[in-house]
């Protein structure tokens, strides 16, 4: 199943994110728009056998600013989707029962499989990503999942700081701490960081 899987990866997935300008990586796509990058990654699972292969995508959005701001760390040089802090899962963006959905390859279903990811991509994936070509339509994101994606809004907010849109940026991050659950420390963090970005922020 390997060899299949490899050209399903060869034969789909890298012509068609070729034609929409991703770059490609090994099973990684990466898409750069304007200072953040759009990232479509394959990960297979730990348990796959020489018979079945589990695989399944995460769809994330990288800014170098921003995850140095959450993990008060350098980025990464090879940028994947566990590197996103806002990231849809595949099933999220298939509109599948359950968030973790997977494909699962195998000799007696894998026409059908081929199949269903060249449909997949096609009505669903491409779409959503041509769908994404300004800072503000990370938040749509957070219309798909707004546990995981909730820090959309602190993402945008921050970049729309820095291009000078302060009122937009000021009420998109008082949205996200009017939410959020987090511990005080992490809204202290955000409070800091929009006082030395000069935004008004009541909260």
């Known amino acids: ?6 050209d399903i990866v060869s034969n789909l997935y890298k012509p068609k994110f070729k034609e929409i300008g991703f770059k490609t ?11 953040f990058v759009i990232i479509f990654d394959v990960w297979k699972s730990v348990w796959n056998t020489n018979d079945e292969i589990t695989f399944w995508f995460e769809i994330g959005v990288y800014r170098e600013d921003f995850y140095e701001f959450i993990f008060d760390e350098s980025g990464p040089k090879n940028i994947r989707s566990n590197h996103c802090s806002i990231k849809l899962s595949s099933g999220f963006v298939l509109n599948k029962e359950s968030p973790q959905y997977a494909y699962k390859l195998n000799k007696k279903n894998k026409e059908k499989i081929i199949e269903e990811i060249e449909n997949d991509m096609d009505c669903k994936i491409i779409p959503f990503l041509n769908s994404i070509v300004s800072i ?3 938040l749509k994101f957070k219309d798909l999942d707004n546990i995981y994606c909730d820090k959309a809004n602190l993402f945008v907010g921050f970049a729309l700081s820095k291009l000078n849109k302060k009122d937009e940026a000021s009420k998109l991050i008082e949205e996200y701490l009017s939410t959020s659950k987090y511990p005080k420390n992490w809204t202290n963090r955000i409070i800091k960081e929009c006082d030395i970005l000069n935004l008004n922020i009541n909260h």
Not at 1 to 6: D, G, L, T
Not at 25 to 35: A, E, H, L
């Open 1 to 6: 199943m390997k060899e299949v899987f490899n």
């Open 25 to 35: 990586s090994s099973i990684t796509f990466r898409r750069k728009i304007y200072d």
């Open 136 to 138: 503000k339509d990370i």
